[in-house]
């Protein structure tokens, strides 16, 4: 299996995995649990990705392996995780890097630019033409990290409280809140999740709710507001860092952005039109694992050819229709 690329996109919830020939043909696609080193450590991680490789049908080291993970942020961990996954004997060759880069290649042809992912949490990278990168730690309120969705359900947790008891203003958010969970009030949320009947988790399923109400309400309208300022004010970070550059492409990815809220995308089109981007953003649809592929295939010098059947074979394969939908 030596001409193979391994792609493996390990998020908190779920991995995907690919083996890619440099051809651009996919052998094998499957889906596992999670594999963040911050989640299962190190070994734990990489142990599921071998049940994975296993399950694919791998019988020998592939060319290269592609492993972009979540919970990989600094270079300590990257080596970290790259020394013992090329210790495991997968591969000849072996990247480690967050996931932010899958999202990023998948969204451009051209290898740089910048990436905001808003899933769970919220994450953001730029590479210029010249290689420099500019890059986030994400690791929540103690990096200064707002805006995934666990940040959007939990500000609609609070306005519906506040809304509730009178501290702030009335919002729909009140009713819809609660009801999600099958609870008739902001209060009855309040003490089901302090007494862990409802786990704090569970409180990203609200962003959605929160997208489909900022069309009426005020206060849902502004929480929006407030992501597309903070995911301009990443790119503008970003543009800073590895800039100058002239018009680079700006990718979304994450669940937030692949709802493509009407209110949300053009509050962000209009704050990176005020930061002198010139065309509207790339909002990434595609798997990570994509992502992942690509940046193998790059490694290879794979030909032209390769890149539009790897993404063809992927976005029509029965394999991926599955994985998507699990």
Not at 28 to 56: F, N, T
Not at 91 to 116: I, K, Y
Request: aromatic share 2%; charged share 20%.
């Amino acid at each position: 299996m030596s001409g193979l690329v391994l792609a493996v996109d390990g998020g908190n919830a779920k991995t995907d995995l690919a083996l890619v020939a440099t051809d651009g043909r996919v052998h094998a696609l499957v889906r596992g649990p999670g594999s963040s080193p911050h989640e299962h450590g190190v070994d734990g991680a990489l142990d599921r990705i071998e049940a994975l490789l296993l399950e694919a049908g791998a019988d020998g080291p592939v060319a290269h392996a592609e492993l972009l993970l979540a919970g990989v942020d600094f270079p300590s961990e990257v080596e970290t995780v790259q020394a013992r996954a090329l210790a495991r004997g997968w591969a000849d060759r072996v990247e480690v890097a967050n996931d932010t880069f899958a999202v990023l290649r998948a969204g451009t042809d051209r290898g740089w630019g910048v990436a905001v992912v808003c899933g769970a949490g919220i994450n953001c990278l730029g590479i210029g033409p010249d290689g420099r990168q500019a890059r986030f730690p994400a690791l929540g309120p103690i990096t200064g990290d707002w805006g995934g969705g666990q940040d959007v359900g939990l500000a609609a947790v609070v306005a519906a409280a506040r809304s509730e008891d009178g501290r702030g203003p009335r919002t729909v958010l009140e009713q819809a809140v609660p009801r999600h969970f099958g609870l008739a009030s902001p209060l009855e949320l309040a003490e089901a999740v302090h007494a862990g009947a409802i786990s704090e988790r569970r409180l990203v399923e609200l962003a959605p709710i929160l997208l489909a109400e900022a069309s009426d309400d005020a206060v849902a309208a502004m929480i929006v507001d407030r992501l597309a300022v903070e995911v301009v004010t990443l790119v503008r970070v970003a543009l800073e860092r590895i800039g100058p550059v002239d018009d680079p492409d700006i990718v979304l990815g994450g669940g937030l952005m692949q709802a493509r809220d009407a209110r949300l995308l053009a509050g962000i089109e209009s704050g990176l039109g005020e930061l002198g981007v010139r065309h509207a953003p790339t909002v990434v649809d595609a798997p990570p694992v994509v992502g992942a592929a690509l940046r193998g295939l790059d490694t290879l010098g794979a030909a032209p050819q390769a890149y539009a059947r790897l993404r063809s074979e992927l976005a029509a394969d029965d394999r991926l229709m599955e994985v998507t939908r699990g």
